[in-house]
């Protein structure tokens, strides 16, 4: 493939002409000639990106089929840019044991045009006991361990886990809820929830267990990946943490950067998912944590649900929104247009930063490099519209929003993942 008149953003910028070779970047240069049988794409105009990266997406397969599959979750992440994400194991059957994650792993390989890497279980059935077996997991192919969508509440079972993850030198993916905190809540506890008279969870419910988390992966050496951090005192834990050298990453999503408790505006169960939108002050925190490297990367969280799932009250809905075809348009108005920061800056945090922390190799377009990347164009601006997506989950608060930054054409290993 040869991509002309490329405008390319990201760690290595340039312009000019690249050519792909086998899945590989194999040159870069001004007026390169295309071999014969080369797809020539005029990219005169637009903007080139090192494919972007998200290590948080929910696929929903197997067990879950009617909200997502990996064929369409891929297909909904290509149309976002994404050339690599990380799946999550919330799946029935959990992928805690060599037969199922083989399974997933080999559908995650022939249902995507992009790269899908797996989460396999922290502990079997993702339950607070019982840690899975690391070492043949990762010999099986997982990327890391976790239990996204619940907390491990048990402190000494996290404990076992890190020092066991450690060991096959494997990260932990926390989601970081104590249960207790949570209670029966649904959003953020404050003004908010008062006002429209639903249970709240408090700060507590995340901060408390990551205060915990941290003490225990310093003491077992572990890398820590904190997922969706949504408090300011998180990013301060995570910022001493760092300091006093603690291997520990963190992810915060676009709608916590985007969204506070108190732009929800009734209730509404688009606005639901967890951890909740917190105060506008947490907002700023996050925003000031990515700004000075505190948090490292942001990640989807992409959760779709079906319809049913979530009409209705906050009160009875399911927690989480849909994230991977909107992530990068929305943050690219509302961090990059508005001239608050740069296009280099979110590329670091949505493509070259995740791919650093989990090895993955990603996130930079030089010769030798995978041919993983994405065609924008910044200049056209449209509506938020789910007619348009891939996704089988429709379930954000986005919709109807005006946002710039269309993504055109996305390679994953030197292939069409997506066109528009
Ligand atoms: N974020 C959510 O609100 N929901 C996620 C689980 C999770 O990420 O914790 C889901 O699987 O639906
Ligand atoms: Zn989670
Ligand atoms: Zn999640």
């Not at 295309?34 to 637009?46: Q, S």
């Not at 959990?94 to 995650?108: E, F, G, H, M, R």
């Amino acid at each position: 493939m040869l991509i002309k008149h490329a405008h390319v953003a990201g760690p290595e910028p340039f312009h000019g002409d690249i050519l792909t070779t086998d899945g590989v970047i194999s040159a870069l240069g001004r007026n390169l000639d295309a071999p014969a049988k080369t797809t020539v794409i005029d990219a005169k105009g637009k903007t080139v990106m090192p494919g972007l990266v998200d290590v948080h997406v929910h696929f929903r397969e197997p067990g879950f089929t009617a909200k997502e599959t990996i064929h369409t979750g891929a297909a909904a992440a290509a149309h976002g840019g994404f050339t690599t994400v990380v799946a999550m194991p919330n799946l029935d059957p959990v992928p805690d044991n060599v037969a199922d994650l083989t399974a997933l792993i080999a559908k995650n390989h022939t249902d995507a045009k992009i790269h899908v890497e797996q989460f396999a279980a922290i502990t079997k059935g993702l339950h607070s006991s019982d840690t899975s077996d690391y070492a043949a997991l990762k010999q099986a192919g997982a990327l890391g361990f976790s239990n996204d969508g619940v907390g491990v509440q048990d402190a000494s079972t996290m404990y076992t886990a890190m020092v066991q993850a450690a060991a096959v030198n494997a990260p932990i993916v926390a989601h970081i809820e104590d249960e207790g905190f949570k209670g029966n809540g649904v959003l953020n506890a404050g003004a908010k929830a008062d006002e429209l008279g639903l249970p709240g969870m408090s700060n507590l419910t995340e901060t408390a267990q990551l205060a915990r988390d941290l003490v225990l992966a310093q003491a077992a050496g572990v890398h820590y990946h904190a997922c969706h951090v949504s408090t300011a005192l998180s990013v301060q834990l995570i910022r001493e943490a760092k300091a006093r050298g603690v291997h520990v990453t963190a992810e915060v999503s676009p709608h916590h950067l985007l969204l506070a408790d108190q732009d929800i505006p009734g209730d509404n169960a688009m606005y639901k998912m967890n951890p909740p939108l917190r105060s506008e002050a947490d907002r700023q925190a996050l925003i000031a944590g990515l700004a000075d490297g505190t948090l490292d990367m942001i990640a989807t969280d992409h959760a779709p649900h079906t319809a049913a799932e979530k009409t209705g009250s906050m009160a009875t809905a399911a927690f989480g929104i849909v994230g991977s075809e909107t992530a990068f348009a929305l943050l690219y108005t509302a961090f990059v247009k508005s001239g608050r920061f740069t296009l280099a800056q979110l590329i670091a945090w949505m493509s070259t930063q995740p791919a650093a922390a989990f090895g993955l190799p990603a996130g930079h377009l030089r010769v030798g490099d995978p041919a993983d990347l994405t065609l924008v164009d910044l200049t056209q601006s449209y509506v938020i519209d789910p007619k348009d997506w891939l996704s089988k989950g429709h379930n954000s608060p986005f919709i109807g929003q005006t946002v710039n930054g269309r993504v055109l054409t996305t390679i994953a290993g030197g292939r069409i993942a997506y066109k528009a």
